[in-house]
């Protein structure tokens, strides 16, 4: 289980650093005012619209695979072990007769008497 939970974590880290960068590359949606006025922005890599269509898709499969790796963190972060890993039932146990049972009440020291009770 703890190599499936450092896969786990290894994807998210990978996919959040990916939906980061995806994110700072795309165009708000003010940049397509100054696309249609001519701007020089159609002849981009993946043409005037091709690019924001690519980047957003692949801004949500990072997020999907984001939030799946997210939820399987969550799951292993909560799964208890079976019963007979637990802690308590690791301590040792004190068998009753071996412990030392509770002073009764003192003995009057020497030279003094009891005092008489009805």
Not at 39 to 63: C, E, H, K, M
Not at 66 to 79: D, E, H, P, S
């Amino acid at each position: 289980m703890s190599f499936l939970h450092n896969v786990l974590q290894i994807v998210q880290i990978v996919s959040a650093l990916g939906m980061i960068g995806l994110i700072l590359v795309q165009h708000g949606k003010g940049a397509d005012m100054g696309a249609a006025f001519g701007s020089g922005s159609s002849g981009s890599l993946f043409g005037a619209t091709g690019g924001a269509n690519f980047l957003s898709r692949t801004t949500a499969v990072l997020a999907s695979v984001f939030f799946v790796c997210t939820l399987g963190l969550a799951y292993f972060g909560n799964v208890r072990p079976a019963a007979g890993n637990s802690v308590l039932e690791a301590a040792p146990v004190v068998p009753p007769a071996l412990t030392q049972p509770a002073p009764a009440e003192s003995a009057p020291a020497s030279g003094t008497a009891p005092i008489p009770t009805k």
